[in-house]
């Protein structure tokens, strides 16, 4: 039977300590990170019957921290790490070394038109269409692949590389 102070007073010593923790292992992703201390204090609850409370706890939830880790992290780059949007991918940070250059987006002179023109201009052409499909008119992977006329795993790669030299173009504009 869960003793609802001992546990209410172990989720409050260790939300914190485990949260940035979670935090800095998932790529800087406050909802991963949020939804993965979920699971953690979950599995205390359930598993609260079987653990020594005179053992160590704190390397008790650091291990079922790694393991929710791993699986939050795994679910989460099969459903989700090729269907997010641009937008999406900065908010979460994946991008950050991109746009580390936040300020000149911020600039009322900055015309986002011209910007995306500099980076058709720039790409190759086999990637120009990628680029618009994909990040000017936000459309899913599939839909980029069928209007394109490439299988979804080809798409996936030539993103990568999309991403990359994009990557490189902003680099570039900028400095």
């Given amino acids: 039977m869960v003793n609802n102070d001992e546990y209410m007073n172990i989720v409050n010593q260790y939300k914190k300590p485990l949260f940035k923790y979670c935090f800095y292992r998932l790529m800087n992703n406050t909802t991963l990170a949020q939804e993965t201390l979920d699971d953690i204090f979950y599995?205390?609850?359930?598993?609260?019957?079987?653990?020594?409370?005179?053992?160590n706890i704190r390397a008790y939830l650091y291990k079922v921290a790694d393991n929710c880790i791993k699986h939050n992290l795994t679910r989460f780059n099969r459903y989700y790490k090729y269907n997010e949007s641009l937008e999406e991918a900065v908010e979460n940070r994946k991008l950050n070394s991109v746009y580390c250059l936040d300020d000149y987006f911020n600039d009322p002179a900055f015309d986002e038109a011209i910007y995306i023109e500099k980076i058709k201009q720039i790409l190759p052409k086999e990637y120009q269409k990628i680029f618009v499909y994909r990040y000017v008119e936000k459309k899913t992977l599939i839909e980029t692949a069928n209007l394109i006329g490439i299988s979804y795993s080809s798409l996936r790669l030539r993103i990568k590389k999309v991403d990359a030299i994009i990557r490189d173009i902003i680099k570039n504009i900028f400095n």
């Fill in 43 to 55: 599995v205390l609850y359930k598993k609260w019957d079987n653990l020594d409370l005179n053992g």
